[in-house]
């Protein structure tokens, strides 16, 4: 059984960082991981994929070039850079381990989802 953490959320202004962590416990040797992202009345939305090696990424079209995902399996450890925030970047943001082989942006396709950790951007 994993157990996820997400920790990092906070309130920032708009063009600010913020850095999310998720730790894992339990076994997650050879999962990929994901990072989903939902705003108040609106479904869970896919932000970015990292399989485990961390050689093969996908993000959304609406992060791409302001987020970086990376992973430290040391530390069973994956993080979220999210620069040049946006008031639209405002959610609850979850990550999850990937159940499926390949990449995949569906939420179906994760499991072991965290709390969530929330991130605020202010205009």
């Known amino acids: 059984q994993v157990q996820l953490v997400e920790t990092g959320g906070g309130l920032v202004q708009a063009g600010g960082s913020l850095r999310l962590s998720c730790a894992a416990s339990?076994?997650?040797?050879?999962?990929?991981m994901g990072w989903f992202r939902q705003a108040p009345g609106k479904e869970r939305e896919f932000v970015v994929y990292i399989s485990w090696s961390g050689s093969t990424t996908d993000y959304a079209d609406s992060v791409k070039g302001r987020f970086t995902v990376s992973r430290d399996n040391a530390k069973n450890t994956v993080y979220l850079q999210m620069n040049s925030l946006k008031p639209e970047d405002t959610a609850v943001y979850y990550c999850?381990?990937?159940?499926?082989?390949?990449?995949?942006?569906?939420?179906?396709?994760?499991?072991?989802w965290g709390q969530g950790t929330q991130v605020t951007v202010s205009s």
């Open positions: 339990g076994r997650t040797f050879g999962y990929s």
């Open positions: 999850a381990v990937g159940i499926t082989r390949g990449v995949s942006r569906r939420p179906a396709d994760f499991s072991s």
